[in-house]
């Protein structure tokens, strides 16, 4: 029996029938677990780099980044801006309120409290902080934590500045 020729709206499911034909040949059912060599080999990577198969079996897009980010060597890149991107839920949402990360270089994140005693609660609370961002971003990520304060104004520019002697400041004591 000859069969016609498939239209182009008949191919998607010409295909999938044929598909479906061929895994029923092979006593293969939907949701069936694979069986056998393909099993086996199923966790072994190819030489192509994929999972399983001749290397043309498409993988998770969350496989696919993570071995982008590691051919490039962007770890310690993308876990930076975790900590950046994920600041409240790191410290919690008032500490959040009242501090933000604002750089991070060599393991050095710099986090800017917006007065000088919610730098002083963030200094007692370094530890545990850290703790938070090793557990959830990974350990050696953040190896140190510098909290400042608010920034103070400046004397050394402006209209009452003084080039010589101690400026402004010369009657506070």
């Known amino acids: 029996m000859e069969q016609e020729p498939e239209t182009p709206d008949d191919a998607p499911a010409g295909a999938l029938g044929r598909a479906r034909a061929a895994a029923r040949a092979k006593g293969l059912r939907p949701g069936a677990k694979p069986r056998g060599r393909r099993a086996a080999s199923a966790g072994r990577p190819t030489d192509s780099g994929g999972r399983g198969g001749a290397g043309r079996d498409p993988r998770l897009i969350g496989e696919e980044i993570d071995g982008l980010i590691g051919e490039r060597g962007w770890q310690v890149d993308v876990a930076a801006g975790a900590v950046m991107g994920r600041w409240p839920r790191l410290v919690g949402p008032e500490i959040a309120a009242h501090s933000e990360p604002v750089s991070f270089e060599l393991g050095r994140l710099v986090v800017r409290a917006d007065s000088t005693a919610w730098a002083t609660q963030l200094r007692l609370l ?29 004397w050394s520019r402006g209209p009452r500045r003084v080039s010589d002697g101690r400026g402004p400041r010369d009657t506070y004591g």
């Open 126 to 154: 370094l530890s545990s902080i850290l703790g938070r961002i090793e557990s959830d971003v990974g350990e050696g990520v953040v190896t140190e934590i510098r909290v400042v304060g608010p920034g103070a104004p400046t």
